[in-house]
């Protein structure tokens, strides 16, 4: 649900993502602008992390609509994070097809490793996880993503999982 | 070997690139359907082929798009339906990553008969690396004059979009999709009127899931009356099916409507038998939404014949001995896995993705959630089997979309078939909950269920 609580700062979309927002709403007729939300949506949450109240209220600025327009969508979808995350997190896919092939033992293993559980994030602030309905990759289970580009891991291991996390930790200090 | 229509090249190196797939013989269906045939014969030649909905419904393609209105001066629209967030269903997503410019070239030929300028194929948000592949193929199919203006010097014009969703499993509902590219909730809308009449932004609009377009390029490459050699009965044509579970090679594979049960899951041509030696407990043939069935119901008829991968087959009898193709999603469970823990994973996903808005899918889903939660942690009640029958018959039919019947639908028939099992937890709750994983220490997982 939306937290109105949270200290949100407010936010400046720059030139050059503002230039992304026109490209999407020519793909629509004239007056269908608001059909561009949801790709904004994630535009801005690649760029910011998450999608704050005060973001929210930019993009229905941009879009000429109503700010609860925008609320009424980021609070249905489930892609879209109303609070701050982890600068990675980990999405875990914990249906039938993967949880018949080990995704539950995956997820408690994530658990142990990061030391939080799902939804929280990190004291570093550099991982969350939590599990997902249907990824749509069951021949592949067990299998998570990380956006924002969603890159896919499959057929994964508690050994593939150590070494994605590494690998991230190396990658966020450089 | 079955005949491939859609994935004959899947494994060229490089087919995903434009020049790879026309050296293969890819955009023919675009030159010989915008050069030598009207869209009304384009209509026609679908229709001969018999081609069903892949989607899941298995409506007829040719059928739905004779429907569109044709009102002089309104936009038309295609919308291709990438939502694909059925669990057990991963068909749509292969094919977009590994060969995308059949998709596009359909889109092409669908739109150009049904007299639309602007089309949308719709992905679910998830699929963001799918929506960079197939953003890259447009621009090249653009590039080389089969998108745009005037396509190949015929005086058609087709801008193609990419559009990526929330994350929403109800968007993959027809009605729903396109007020999600309205950006807005993903509400289904109730019908009549039908997209057909009033869809994307009023306009009439065919709706049609990413394996039904890709079909449109053999058929017309082909012939409707050659595709409709294929398959068996009212199941013309191939399918992809993406089996998942515990089977030896779990994966997409294209079939030949008609195949049977038995071979697809044992022949090396396809799954190649359960994984780890173990045996076949029950399989779901057409996705979570579709009825689950045991072992020895997927395999053979209530009148012993051997069960045929094709829509009438799988659903003989009805939802009482019967399940459904759906869109192809099939998982197989050994004996080990634990039905009741299955579906509860089934009835926490629906309760989930319920968008609310019709009382017997918002809290018809969360009681039986709650009620499977407490059989499978060793809390149930004996009386627990009839009121979730009780509540999936109060969700059936009482929804504005088939949500709510797909997940009724898995719940009523785990019971239906394995009632012993569930009734196993209640009498045994402790070893119940002492459980690693669903895997069950049910003593008879392949009792034979007897049947109405």
Same mark, same amino acid.
Not at chain 1, 65 to 90: H, N, S, W
């Given at each position: ?135 749509? /990759? ?31 930790? /190396?990658?966020?200090?450089? | !070997? ?69 009102? *002089? ?12 967030? *059925? ?11 590994? $060969? ?6 359909? !889109? ?22 799918? =929506? ?48 999600? %590219? ?14 057909? $009449? ?13 394996? @039904?377009?890709?079909? =449109? ?12 050699? $294929? ?8 399918? %992809?099916? @993406? ?18 049960? *038995? ?51 799988? @659903? ?10 759906? &869109? ?30 019709? &009382? ?10 709650? =009620? ?12 627990? !089997? ?67």
């Amino acid at each position: 649900m939306l937290r109105v609580d949270e200290a949100q700062e407010p936010v400046e979309f720059s030139p050059a993502l503002i230039s992304k927002f026109d490209e999407i709403v020519s793909r629509y007729p004239q007056g269908k602008q608001k059909s561009g939300l949801l790709p904004i949506l994630h535009l801005v949450q690649a760029e910011f992390g998450w999608v704050s109240a005060p973001a929210m209220d930019k993009v229905a600025e941009y879009l000429s609509i109503l700010p609860i327009e925008v609320y009424e969508v980021a609070t249905f979808y489930t892609m879209y994070f109303l609070r701050p995350q982890g600068k990675y997190v980990l999405e875990v896919c914990r249906t039938s097809g993967c949880c018949l092939v080990g995704a539950e033992k995956i997820m408690d293993h994530i658990e142990e490793t990061l030391g939080v559980k799902e939804g929280e994030v990190t004291p570093d602030g550099l991982f969350s996880w939590r599990g997902v309905e249907c990824l749509a /990759a069951c021949g592949y289970g067990p299998v998570l993503q990380i956006g924002p580009e969603y890159t896919f891991y499959e057929n994964l291991t508690n050994e593939s999982v150590d070494k994605l996390i590494s690998d991230l930790k /190396a990658k966020a200090k450089n | !070997m079955g005949r491939k229509l859609l994935l004959e090249h899947i494994n060229v190196p490089g087919i995903n690139t434009f020049d790879v797939y026309r050296s293969k013989g890819g955009y023919a269906s675009v030159e010989k359907a915008l050069k030598t045939m009207s869209p009304e014969a384009i209509v026609e030649e679908v229709k001969k082929s018999g081609l069903r909905g892949r989607g899941g419904a298995g409506f007829p393609t040719g059928m739905k798009w004779s429907f569109l209105a044709k009102p *002089e001066g309104v936009a038309r629209y295609l919308v291709c339906n990438g939502d694909e967030s *059925e669990p057990g269903t991963f068909k749509d997503r292969y094919l977009m990553t590994y $060969i995308p410019h059949l998709l596009i070239e359909g !889109m092409i030929v669908a739109s150009f008969a049904l007299g639309a300028n602007t089309s949308y194929i719709y992905l679910r948000g998830e699929m963001m690396p799918q =929506v960079r592949i197939l953003e890259r193929a447009i621009a090249e199919a653009k590039a080389k004059g089969f998108l745009g203006k005037n396509i190949l010097g015929t005086g058609y014009d087709l801008e193609l979009y990419v559009q990526p969703g929330g994350g929403a499993y109800i968007c993959g509902e027809e009605t729903a999709l396109l007020e999600s %590219l309205e950006g807005k909730r993903g509400n289904p809308r109730i019908k009549p009127p039908f997209p057909a $009449i009033a869809g994307l932004y009023g306009c009439p609009t065919v709706v049609n899931n990413v394996e @039904s377009i890709a079909a =449109v390029v053999p058929i017309i490459n082909e012939g409707g009356d050659e595709y409709a050699k $294929i398959g068996i009965g009212r199941s013309t044509g191939t399918k %992809l099916i @993406s089996a998942g579970g515990n089977l030896k090679k779990p994966g997409v594979y294209e079939i030949e409507l008609g195949v049977p049960v *038995e071979e697809f899951i044992y022949s090396d041509e396809y799954c190649g038998g359960i994984a780890n030696g173990k045996r076949l407990k029950a399989v779901v043939a057409g996705g979570s939404s579709v009825p689950i069935l045991p072992a020895n119901l997927i395999l053979k008829t209530i009148n012993n014949e051997a069960r045929l991968m094709s829509y009438e087959s799988l @659903s003989d009898g009805g939802f009482v001995s019967g399940t459904m193709l759906g &869109s192809g999603g099939f998982i197989a469970y050994d004996e080990d896995a634990c039905i009741v823990r299955n579906t509860w994973n089934f009835a926490r996903f629906y309760h989930h993705e319920s968008c609310g808005q019709c &009382s017997p899918c918002r809290e018809g889903t969360g009681w039986m959630e709650k =009620v499977l939660h407490r059989l499978e942690y060793g809390h149930g009640k004996m009386s627990d !089997m009839d009121l979730l029958v009780d509540v999936s018959k109060k969700i059936e039919g009482n929804t504005i979309c088939p949500l709510g019947d797909a997940a009724a639908w898995p719940v009523a028939s785990a019971i239906r078939h394995f009632r012993d099992e569930f009734e196993w937890h209640v009498t045994n709750a402790s070893e119940a909950t002492s459980r690693n994983y669903g895997l069950a220490h049910y003593a008879d997982p392949l009792k034979v269920v007897e049947t109405a």
